[in-house]
Structure formats: structure tokens, C-alpha cells
């Protein structure tokens, strides 16, 4: 495919911070795609850069860009990367390639008359059958989150098979959980992705509350601790009451015979990869153990946690690697492992719906897109909707 025009502007994502949208035409097509922005980050994700510098780095490439042919997305993809030159993207900066990557994914489906979604199990040669598990980050903490709880995120699950039915569940569950809070807690304020917060320093008192609002077989609770967060000279401070990693694992123990945990995310940081290990011996069997920090999208971290035992899944963010095709190496090789997959926005979210084509297309088991309470969230929910209503 040929690129006729590309424009890339800079737009304001969730919290209201500089990021980038970028609009490719190819004859009569046209695609769209935006970029979002982590707070509580992995070391080792791709570099972001300044969007304004982008700006100025993408005049270089934008003529070498328009007079090439791309047949495929690994094409358009290796151009960029080549160019970049870089192992972590810093010269043309992660961010700009992958703006450029999802919009051409999507500039390319339009022009092969498929949905986003069926390029991209066409790719991985699959026949999407399931929708993904939904993860509803209800109850925030963390980074995400002033004056509220120490873990980062209290997640409902919606397991049924129509994503509609979960996002009402959720909607409904929101509610009750706002009452709750109110009547229990006082003040309810909303966290970066926009879930409720509670004023407490006890890491439980999240997952009592969402749990006396969540029941039924159809939903779970899940955990993302992002323990990086907390994690200070090797030792664990959880608001002055300091444990060691293996307290922390005693204390994950604990949670997990006390309520129904589907998975717990970055239990532990990721510069405590013993943690992980323990934890995947002790409770791999019967929670998912899905890496974040420790992983980044990235193929060698994800093959290297997997020969240490350190995870049964993995938190997959595009932004975290910098392109679609590394993304979907990366789903690939952990599937390859029977690992879980859970796809997930970022808490700086913009109104792109790609990834919510992703889950689908490559048959995650989740999809992480914070809470049903802001545009940007909803976007990613709404748009699993639409594919079920339509395809
Ligand atoms: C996470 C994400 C998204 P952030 O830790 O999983 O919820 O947070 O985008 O701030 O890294
Ligand atoms: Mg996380």
C-alpha cells in the first residue's frame, strides 16, 4: 500500500498531557490513531518523547515515508524501526512509531475491506470465536490515585460471553460501590482511570468492599498491585508498614483463600523477580500471575520470565514496545506458552479503540480499560459491543 498524505498533530489525552494522533490517507481511505500515556511505568518500556520534538523528527522521515510502498504492516513496521535505529526507539521516539503503526494497521484493513479486527487475526491466522474477559478497574490506588488505597487497582471481571452484559454489570456495580463508599467512607472521588477511591491505608479494604458488591459466577476480582510503586531499598513500604517480599507473599496467601481472586498483577516489582518466582510456585495453580513491569510487551523479557517460571500471563500495551508487529510477536509468543494475555490501555487513555480490536483479534483472555465512568475507557468497551453487534 501506498501512503498519499500523513498528517501528525498533537492532541490532549485523559490527563489532559500532550500526546499524538495521526491521520494517513491512501487514495480514497483514511485512518486515525492516537497514543496513550503511563504513569506507573516499567524500566524497560520504549521511549516516549516529546511531542513537539516528534513533530520536527517526523518532517525527516514523512518524504521517505510517502514515496514507498508498503505491502504489509512488518514492512511499514521495519522501515520505521530501521530508521529509528535504536533498541529503544529514541531517536524517532516510540511514541511517534507507533502512532504511525496503528494508523497504517488501520489505513490497511480499510483498504483490504476488513475490520481492524479481522486484519488482525488474518495476520496470526486465527478465527476470533470469544470475546475477552473484561477488566474493570473499579477501585483505584496507587500512583493512579491520591489520598486512596496502596495497590494501584481493584478489578472486576465480567466473564460473560457477551461484552454488552458485562459493561451493564459493571455500570450497575459502579453504582452500588459509590454508595457503599459514601455511606462508609465519605467523600467518593474518582482516580486517573476513573475509579472510585477510598480513604484508607489498608491494602484489603478495597477488594472487602468491591467483593460485597460483586457476586455471582459470572464475575471476579482481580488484582494490579504494580508493587514497582512501593518497592524501595528491597523492601516493600506499604504506607510505613514494611514488608519484606516474603511477607508480601504470606500476605498474597492470605487474599487469596479470603476472596475470589482471578489474577493479581505485579505482585510483586519488578526488581524483585524471586517474588514472582515464589508466587508462581505457591499460587500459579489456582490464580493468574500476569506480569506488567516486569515484561513490557517485550519478546525477550516475556521468553526470559517464562524460562524462570516468573509468570503464567502477561500484561501486553503496545506503547510499552513501540509498533504493532512487536506487539503481536509478543502475544504470540506467550500464547505460544498457553499464558494468559490480557490487553490494556494505559492510564493516560485517548479515544483510540485499537486495542479493543486487538484483544479481539488475537483471542485474549482480557481486556484492562479502566473504569465505565470516562469516555476514553468506554471508548475501548463500546467498541467490543459494536463488533458483537455487527460481526
Ligand atoms: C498499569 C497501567 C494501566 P499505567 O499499571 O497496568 O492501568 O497503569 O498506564 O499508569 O502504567
Ligand atoms: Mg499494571
Redesign the pocket.
Known amino acids: 500500500m501506498k501512503i498519499s498524505d500523513i498528517n501528525i498533530r498533537i492532541v490532549k489525552d485523559s490527563r489532559n498531557k500532550d500526546t499524538l494522533e495521526a491521520v494517513l490517507r491512501s487514495g480514497d481511505f483514511e485512518a486515525s490513531a492516537s497514543v496513550p500515556a503511563?504513569?506507573?511505568?516499567g524500566k524497560f518500556e520504549t521511549t516516549t518523547l516529546e511531542p513537539s520534538l516528534v513533530l520536527s523528527k517526523f518532517e525527516t522521515i514523512k518524504n521517505q515515508i510517502l514515496n514507498k510502498d508498503f505491502p504489509t504492516v512488518w514492512e511499514f513496521d521495519g522501515f520505521l524501526i530501521s530508521t529509528d535505529g535504536t533498541k529503544e526507539k529514541s531517536n524517532l521516539g516510540g511514541n511517534l512509531i507507533l502512532v504511525l503503526s496503528i494508523a497504517f494497521t488501520k489505513l490497511l484493513a480499510k483498504s483490504e475491506n476488513l475490520q481492524c479486527f479481522q486484519l488482525i487475526s488474518k495476520i496470526l491466522g486465527k478465527t476470533p470465536r470469544k470475546f475477552p474477559y473484561l477488566y474493570f478497574?473499579l477501585i483505584g490506588g496507587g500512583?493512579?490515585a491520591k489520598d486512596s488505597l496502596p495497590f494501584?487497582?481493584y478489578i472486576l471481571v465480567t466473564k460473560f460471553p457477551s461484552p454488552a452484559k458485562g459493561l451493564e454489570y459493571a455500570k450497575n456495580c459502579f453504582e452500588k460501590l459509590q454508595e457503599d463508599i459514601e455511606k462508609n467512607f465519605g467523600e467518593v472521588r474518582l482516580g486517573d482511570?476513573g475509579a472510585l477511591t477510598i480513604k484508607s491505608d489498608d491494602p484489603r479494604v478495597g477488594l472487602q468492599v468491591l467483593n460485597r458488591n460483586a457476586t455471582g459466577p459470572e464475575v471476579s476480582l482481580a488484582l494490579?498491585v504494580?508493587a514497582s510503586t512501593f518497592f524501595e531499598n528491597r523492601i516493600y513500604n506499604l504506607r510505613g508498614k514494611i514488608k519484606s517480599s516474603d511477607d508480601l507473599l504470606s500476605y498474597y496467601n492470605l487474599l487469596a483463600t479470603s476472596y475470589p481472586l482471578l489474577s493479581i498483577?505485579?505482585p510483586f516489582s519488578e526488581d524483585d523477580k524471586d517474588g514472582f518466582i515464589k508466587i508462581v510456585a505457591n499460587l500459579g495453580e489456582k490464580i493468574w500471575i500476569i506480569a506488567?513491569d516486569l515484561t513490557v510487551t517485550n519478546p525477550d523479557l516475556i521468553n526470559k520470565a517464562q524460562k524462570e517460571k516468573a509468570a503464567t500471563g502477561v500484561?501486553i500495551k503496545p506503547n510499552q514496545i513501540g509498533s504493532v508487529t512487536e506487539t503481536l510477536e509478543a502475544i504470540k509468543l506467550a500464547q505460544s506458552y498457553n499464558w494468559k494475555v490480557i490487553i490494556?490501555?494505559?492510564?493516560?487513555e485517548t479515544m483510540d479503540s485499537f486495542i479493543a480490536d486487538l484483544a479481539y483479534g488475537v483471542e485474549a483472555d482480557g481486556l484492562?480499560s479502566?473504569a465505565p465512568t470516562q469516555e476514553v475507557r468506554l471508548a475501548k468497551y463500546n467498541r467490543l459491543i459494536e463488533i458483537e453487534r455487527n460481526f
Open positions: 503511563g504513569k506507573s511505568k478497574n500512583l493512579h494501584q487497582e482511570e494490579d504494580a498483577e505485579d506488567d500484561i490494556s490501555h494505559r492510564s493516560g484492562k479502566g
